[in-house]
C-alpha cells in the first residue's frame, strides 16, 4: 500500500516559460480592433458571451505563437523548449518580436514570463 504523505488538492494549474508578451484583454481588444485578425463582430459576440478562450485559439492560428490565458490576461510567445537545434537565441528572441509586431504595433515589450495558472 502506498501512503501520500504532503499536500493533496483537487484544484489543477498550469505553469508555463514562455519569451513573449503579456497583455491585458482590453489591450488586445483595442490592437487588434480594425485590422484584419479577427472582424469586429466576431468579437463583439466573443465579449456577449464572454468567450475568451476563443481568442486565444485564433491568437494561435493565426499568429503561430503559443497563447496562456487566465481570467482577462494573456501572454503570447514561444516557450524556450521550442528552441530549434540551429536557432540562437537572438533569432528566437527576434522572431518572436516580429511576429507580436505584426499584430500589435512595435509597441510591444518581449521578456521571459514564468506562470503558473490556477483554475
Not at 56 to 62: A, F, G, P, T
Not at 91 to 103: A, M
Amino acid at each position: 500500500m502506498k501512503v501520500r504523505a504532503g499536500f493533496v488538492s483537487n484544484s489543477s494549474s498550469s505553469s508555463f516559460c514562455i519569451y513573449g508578451a503579456s497583455m491585458n484583454l482590453s489591450e488586445i481588444i483595442e490592437k487588434i480592433k480594425g485590422t484584419n485578425l479577427i472582424p469586429e463582430e466576431e468579437l463583439e459576440r466573443m465579449e456577449e458571451e464572454n468567450e475568451w478562450y476563443e481568442l486565444s485559439e485564433i491568437l494561435e492560428e493565426k499568429i503561430g505563437l503559443s497563447t496562456y490565458q487566465s481570467e482577462d490576461y494573456f501572454w503570447i510567445g514561444r516557450e524556450w523548449s521550442s528552441i530549434d537545434d540551429d536557432e540562437t537565441g537572438r533569432e528566437f528572441k527576434e522572431g518572436i518580436k516580429t511576429k507580436l509586431d505584426e499584430v500589435f504595433g512595435s509597441d510591444i515589450e518581449c521578456e521571459t514570463h514564468e506562470e503558473e495558472i490556477y483554475d
